[in-house]
């Protein structure tokens, strides 16, 4: 056991107004790390964690800025999207938090990145082998949609009964005449545990299979951690007769960069038009500058 | 008229910044003082630190200056704050019976041993707004000092301790666990009483009050209790030093506690022990009555369950916090233009089908 003398020493930061590297504790951060290694040891299982509150607001991307602080190093580049967006506030907001309290550099190219914080987007190249993609996660529980108690969800999830999301789905084939589901779609991870990938969309799902990277996900507010390791088998949930498709851009084209086949933001212009430009500004800017096809 | 690109986020949050600054020190140019914010705003700065989990007047009253007097606001940037300070000691549990009071009332008896103290309270003032305040030199004559704690603290008798010893209430719990503590480990269900109150202690006052109040008008296992004692004052902080392992004082913190005297409505008609009173329970920091009054009130409707939402420990403590409550409401102002995309894909998806069979449906019918 620490005595009191040994903890202020290695943590007392000197007055207010000073921060440590990554802005929280060594402690904490040491706790956050050993919760995530089980997360990848389990893989789609939600670890819970003593969450820290951050100086941005809960629901705001606590979980993933508390990911991403806790494995930073000085050795490390950042990136941060909100909504595939470098340029978006709230990724400004977020970046800015990382590069104040620790120095480190950051960059809007996914493929020069070691660490890259998202909200709802994973970037259009794939993952490579050594990169972490960190997800903020508003609600961590699959099961929420049918199941309001932590306490019953937990046990659904230990006793691997994940029949009333496949009654949800059926429901919605009744209602909709199709499997509406659009972001958040449910995958199962290594056939073992049902998963909320974060409010991705459809279109960003399969890229979660049998990846190179390492995708973390932390949820400030609801105090979960988990993750999909490398090379881990992740199936969307669907029916024979519904299977799963991704949103399509038919005969669309960035307004930018010309790309097809990636995820759009459909923009209204001031006339009443609409026009489309990548999700992914970093894909955007890489093709503009050239480097990417 | 073309599509501009999204550009300037860190400009455009630097302006926002700026404006707010503004607004922070006003036309005079200077902020507040944060001294005299604590010294005359207490209560919202008491209100401050118990919702931001921190004992820290001098912080909170800061957080408030910063915040423009939102107390949501402040308490999270004081939760914050918090986060970055290390857990360098634990403190020794603080017998409330010592606390140097300021303030202590029963309303379960018109006399108790040590009487009513009624301190500072607003309880019997006729709230008139007092347009005095607003005219320099109103007070100029009033040469009272400001309120001060007693040299010598009164001896004040438990009220609760009066019916332990008639038999009606069950002592307390002596062999209580080593308590959980939720900002480290998050909360399980069935929470533990610590995880309860502690998770109370930190809520946010609106929220408390209503679940509280929710449970007096029908929406409850108890309409309504008997508050015990309610009693605000400071309580001796110790830790266990370093070296010698000898409790040491380091401080003093102010509390507001309050005790509620509930009756179970579940008794057995069978039942051969003899029945007692239940104690619910509620310690907040500063001076907060309704708070603590209503944290008492949970903490025995959760203790006892049923089917209202007072009564339920998942719906009460997992939406009662302040901090998360705000945070993931406000959180839609965030561009949600990517899950909103494939939303809309959806709808059109279903509208073109509907059309469609729509049209087949009336060709049929020619």
Redesign the interface.
């Known amino acids: 056991m620490s005595?009191?003398?040994t903890?202020?020493a290695?943590?007392?930061?000197p007055g207010r107004g000073a921060?440590?590297f990554g802005?929280?504790?060594?402690?904490?951060k040491r706790?956050v790390r050993r919760a995530l290694l089980k997360a990848v040891a389990l893989p789609g299982h939600q670890i819970?964690?003593?969450?820290?509150?951050?100086?941005?607001?809960?629901?705001?991307g606590?979980g993933g800025i508390q990911v991403t602080l806790s494995i930073l190093g000085p050795d490390d580049t950042v990136k941060v999207i909100?909504?595939?967006?470098d340029?978006?506030?709230?990724?400004?907001?977020i970046r800015?938090l990382v590069t104040d309290t620790s120095g480190v550099p950051t960059t809007t190219d996914s493929r020069e990145a070691t660490i890259i914080q998202t909200?709802?987007?994973i970037p259009e190249t794939p993952l490579r082998d050594g990169q972490v993609l960190v997800f903020q996660v508003?609600m961590p529980e699959p099961l929420r949609m049918v199941e309001?108690?932590?306490?019953k969800t937990r046990a659904m999830h230990a006793q691997a009964d994940y029949s009333r999301a496949w009654v949800y789905l059926y429901e919605d084939v009744v209602r909709?005449?199709?499997i509406?589901h659009?972001?958040g779609y449910p995958v199962m991870v290594a056939g073992r545990y049902l998963l909320s990938p974060s409010?991705?969309?459809?279109?960003d799902v399969p890229k979660l299979n049998m990846a190179d990277g390492l995708y973390l996900f932390g949820a400030g507010?609801e105090?979960?951690v988990y993750a999909i390791p490398p090379h881990t088998e992740v199936v969307p949930i669907d029916f024979e007769d519904y299977p799963f498709y991704v949103?399509?851009f038919p005969d669309r084209k960035c307004?930018?960069c010309g790309a097809e086949a990636v995820?759009?933001?459909?923009?209204v212009?001031?006339?009443g038009r609409h026009?489309f430009?990548c999700?992914d500004?970093g894909y955007c800017d890489s093709r503009l500058t050239g480097g990417v096809e | 008229m073309g599509y501009t690109a999204m550009q300037g986020g860190l400009s455009a949050i630097k302006a926002a910044e700026d404006l707010v600054r503004r607004r922070t020190l006003g036309r005079r140019r200077h902020a507040l003082d944060p001294s005299e914010v604590a010294e005359k705003m207490s209560l919202g700065v008491d209100r401050v630190m118990s919702e931001g989990g921190l004992y820290d007047p001098a912080a909170a009253a800061v957080a408030l200056v910063q915040a423009e007097g939102d107390l949501h606001e402040a308490s999270f940037i004081v939760r914050a704050y918090r986060s970055t300070l290390p857990r360098i000691a634990y403190s020794i549990p603080t017998d409330t019976g010592e606390m140097r009071v300021l303030r202590r009332i029963t309303p379960a008896f018109q006399f108790a041993p040590g009487g009513q103290l009624l301190g500072a309270t607003r309880d019997y003032t006729q709230r008139l707004l007092d347009w005095r305040i607003a005219e320099p030199g109103s007070f100029a004559e009033d040469q009272a000092e400001p309120d001060a704690c007693r040299a010598e603290p009164p001896v004040f008798t438990r009220i609760a301790d009066l019916l332990r010893a008639e038999g009606l209430l069950p002592a307390p719990n002596e062999s209580s666990p080593e308590p959980d503590d939720i900002t480290r480990s998050p909360i399980v269900f069935p929470a533990s009483r610590s995880a309860r109150l502690q998770t109370l202690a930190r809520a946010e006052t609106g929220s408390i009050t209503a679940f509280g109040y929710s449970s007096m008008r029908g929406y409850g296992t108890f309409a309504h209790g008997t508050v015990a004692e309610l009693r605000v004052g400071l309580i001796p902080f110790r830790i266990r030093h370093p070296y010698t392992g000898q409790p040491v004082k380091v401080g003093e913190v102010q509390v507001t506690e309050a005790e509620e005297f509930t009756i179970s409505p579940h008794r057995h008609p069978n039942a051969e022990d003899v029945e007692q009173f239940a104690l619910g329970y509620g310690l907040v920091f500063g001076q907060n009555e309704r708070k603590a009054i209503a944290m008492a009130m949970l903490d025995r409707q959760l203790a006892e369950g049923g089917g209202a939402m007072a009564s339920q420990e998942e719906f009460v403590l997992m939406h009662i916090d302040g901090i998360e409550a705000t945070g993931f409401v406000e959180h839609l102002k965030l561009p949600h233009y990517v899950e909103f995309q494939s939303i809309l894909q959806g709808m059109r998806r279903r509208r073109d089908r509907h059309a469609a069979t729509t049209t087949e449906r009336e060709a049929a019918l020619v």
């Open positions: 005595s009191v003398a903890l202020v290695q943590n007392v930061t921060y440590n802005f929280l504790d060594e402690t904490t706790e819970p964690f003593g969450s820290r509150e951050m100086p941005v607001a809960r629901g705001w606590t909100d909504q595939g967006a340029e978006g506030v709230n990724a400004w907001n800015r909200r709802h987007r508003p309001p108690s932590e306490r909709r005449g199709e509406s659009a972001t409010p991705i969309p459809r279109w507010r105090k979960r949103e399509s307004q930018k995820y759009m933001n459909e923009v212009l001031d006339d026009a430009t999700s500004s």
